[in-house]
């Protein structure tokens, strides 16, 4: 039996912010073993999962990857879309679209420190949808 | 119930390269909800998923990875399969060999803007091997 | 049917490590047809597939990755837990979490050159947990 629940999460800024306790919520009403496949319908965010404690992690995310990807690299023609649409394309790709996480009785195994990610890369990137698939 | 489908791609040159078409073409036999995992056999190619329309956006990114994994970094010691070859295993760990997307009715759910990208790292790949498994 | 196998897996010191054969011996208890999902609860580590022959290509890409998230970088904040954490957590989101196999009877259906890596990010990361999900 496949579930496929499709929310919408508001704007956020550029940068790295967690997002387990909107996805824990809408685990809650089933109570599946299995996993759980989080997608983002985007290709300028990102879905990651790591460490759900020390903010100053995603802080340091955030400028890291800017340096993986820079802006006004001389190289790019894709730029019409402004300075932070290539980069965020780039980002996207190494971060990637997905992440799929074991869950037992409606609950994600995740460990102690792992928390989910939605990895925003434009500046005003505006609201982004999400299917959970329970598989 | 699980299918497993392999299919064959003929080499395409280095670079971004949407296969949306060839995946969808494959599950359309299938009535299947759920997931569809697809998978590269090889450890210089991946997979990923991004923008689907400005071919632009494709260049920049064969040009931003190979900022990312340079040939003839001088610390490499794997040079014997020529210099394409180390950076198109560093690629391949960065985009990974599997994409996964819910799918309803036999059609993937992807955005509006989401392709389907064969992510070919060496100069001359030759055909590539691709499983995927609807779950 | 789901089936989830935990392991821990002993300490490893930084670097790509191979561990196709841990993996395959927790399957052959199973005559599993579908994907293993195989997630590391973990934020300093990973998981990916990659060549499985010359050892030289685990070297490189340990050094490419200490070029992709340097130690020290001037606007890290999160610096506590010494130099190798914040680019053990870079580096952990650009590998990611979790590899998806196509498996049939049991067996893994790899690449003839491929094998799955754990990724140690950190000097002395500790046992590593890890969850297996048949699927």
Known sequence: MTSQIKITL???PK????ITTEIEKKLKD???TGLAHIFIQHTSA???INENADPTVRHDLN???DKLAPENM???KHTIEGPDDMPAHIKSILVGPSVTV???NGKMLLGTWQGIYLCEFRE????RKIIITLI
Chains 1, 2, 3 share one sequence.
């Open 15 to 18: 940068g790295f912010h967690l």
């Open 46 to 48: 990102g879905l990651a």
């Open 63 to 65: 400028l890291a990857f």
């Open 124 to 127: 005003y990137g505006g609201a």
């Open 30 to 32: 089933y109570n599946h």
């Open 10 to 12: 508001p704007q956020f």
């Open 74 to 76: 001389p190289f790019y």
């Open 102 to 104: 074991p869950v037992e």
